[in-house]
């Protein structure tokens, strides 16, 4: 679950090479992305911001 | 209101577990025979009809009667302890005046039963395209959030599942009676199956059902056991989808419904010595320690990992057998029976206490017992207190 900087939650993914307890932590800042999912559906996903 | 109300017939089907020669519609039927013979009552005498798992008309029409009232409130797993205070609201009322509350649910071997959702619901497009389907993955936010800021950690969730197998060593119709003792650490070493969960984290999967009589409490001494009485009850919903949930270390709903059960029978936490609450998995209970007022906010880990030593050096974990807060006494939806909505089975084991029936596992010179459950991982909640007296 990703809070926007605007307020809204919204369920999605974080994606990184080596999720585990250590690597994906609560509270981390993220960023967007884009995922295709098919040639009509594309997904938001979230990154860890740079 | 509900206080005028009292349960006079409560009973399981014949066995739970892996049940595939019952559909979801029988397991129905041998719950409710079940629970008439117990409060020796006809089923043409049942002019109310409270169900979730099967539609009422559904059961009017298997069960061959007409009831006059019906209530099919479908919130997930604690829909049957919501349907305490909708029974106990429509006596009062003169809707009905015998209930019957029938759960039947073949969760294992799936007969007769349908998936929930959609692709265009809102789960289904907001929700499940991330992976987040399973109950597992559902109750698992809260959980991460709960370690997060608290500093829970997953060796204090795994005496839960400990705790709670004790007590079905000591129930013969619990799956696991047979299955052995549990410790913590073999909690810890069983599979992984959604972190932070493992194995024995998880409720069972079965088919099973149970079900319950109510009438009106003075007429409650004509039937053949001794009547339990309904004294306070609570409902309500917070959220469907677990990422709206407004704050993951809290469940809205559980406290809100609490409060009113409490308001209801005048008593507080420090009145009971035997709870009820739904364990889809090891931290769903802990939540409810906090949010009813057991133990703070955030201290749940800290006190269900507290133990003592018998005399003949076993274990006593604080809920388990011989612990000082009797809790999930019938062996729990970790290791009693879990069909997909457990709460019905809860009731049932709160009854069986409250009337001394239960064996090996009854709880002494008890007079409250507490039942609480979720729906859809803390979405939504409901709150019965029980007295014998």
């Known amino acids: 679950v990703v809070e926007l900087e605007e307020g809204p939650r919204l369920m999605t993914n974080i994606e990184i090479d080596d999720p585990t307890p250590e690597t994906l932590r609560i509270d981390m800042p993220v960023e967007v992305a884009f ?15 740079p | ?21 019952l559909s979801r519609l029988g397991l129905h039927a041998e719950a409710a025979r079940n629970a008439l013979a117990d409060a020796g009552i006809a089923m043409t005498e049942v002019d109310g009809i409270f169900s979730s798992v099967a539609d009422p008309n559904e059961l009017s029409e298997y069960f061959g009667i007409v009831p006059r009232y019906i209530d099919g409130t479908n919130v997930g797993g604690c829909s049957s302890i919501i349907q305490v205070r909708h029974a106990a609201a429509a006596i009062a009322a003169g809707y009905c005046s015998v209930a019957l509350i029938v759960h039947g649910e073949s969760g294992r071997s799936w007969i007769d039963m349908e998936r929930p959702g959609t692709a265009a619901s809102p789960t289904g497009q907001f929700e499940a395209p991330y992976g987040a389907a399973g109950a597992a993955t559902l109750f698992a936010l809260p959980v991460l959030r709960h370690f997060h800021q608290f500093g829970t950690t ?11 197998r004790e007590w079905a060593l000591l129930n013969p119709k619990s799956m696991m009676h047979s299955a052995g003792a549990i410790t913590p650490e073999d909690v810890l070493a069983s599979r992984i199956v ?14 099973g059902g149970g079900a319950l009589v109510l009438v009106a409490a003075d007429r409650a001494r004509d039937f053949a056991k001794p009547p339990v009485f309904v004294r306070g009850t609570g409902e309500a919903v917070a959220h469907r989808q677990v990422a709206m949930m407004r704050d993951f270390t809290t469940s809205d709903s559980t406290v809100l419904s609490a409060r009113q059960a409490f308001a209801e029978a005048g008593v507080t936490a420090a009145d009971f010595r035997h709870l009820m609450f739904y364990d889809a998995f090891s931290f769903t209970p802990m939540m409810f320690l906090e949010d009813l007022g057991f133990c703070a906010k955030g201290e749940s880990g800290p006190f269900v990992a507290q133990t003592a030593r018998g005399a003949d050096g076993r274990v006593i974990y604080h809920t388990g057998p011989g612990g000082p807060l009797p809790m999930n006494t019938n ?33 002494r010179d008890l007079e409250l017992s507490l039942v609480h459950g979720p729906g859809r991982h803390f979405a939504a909640a409901g709150t019965v207190v029980l007295s014998n007296r």
């Not at chain 2, 206080?3 to 049940?19: P, S």
């Not at chain 2, 997953?154 to 709670?164: D, F, G, I, N, R």
């Not at chain 2, 959604?194 to 088919?207: A, I, S």
């Open chain 1, 35 to 49: 995922r295709a999912v098919t040639e009509t559906v594309t997904l938001p996903v979230f990154r860890p911001a």
């Open chain 2, 1 to 21: 209101m509900s206080r005028h109300v009292a349960i006079v017939g409560a009973a399981e089907t014949d066995r739970l577990g892996k049940l595939p020669h």
């Open chain 2, 154 to 164: 997953k060796l204090q969730m795994a005496h839960v599942p400990a705790a709670t």
């Open chain 2, 194 to 207: 959604c972190y932070p969960f493992n194995l024995l984290d998880c409720c069972l999967v079965g088919d």
């Open chain 2, 331 to 363: 062996g729990g939806g970790l290791s009693h029976v879990h069909t997909g909505r457990y709460g019905m089975f809860a009731l049932i084991e709160a009854v069986t206490q409250l009337r001394g029936e239960a064996g090996a596992r009854q709880v």
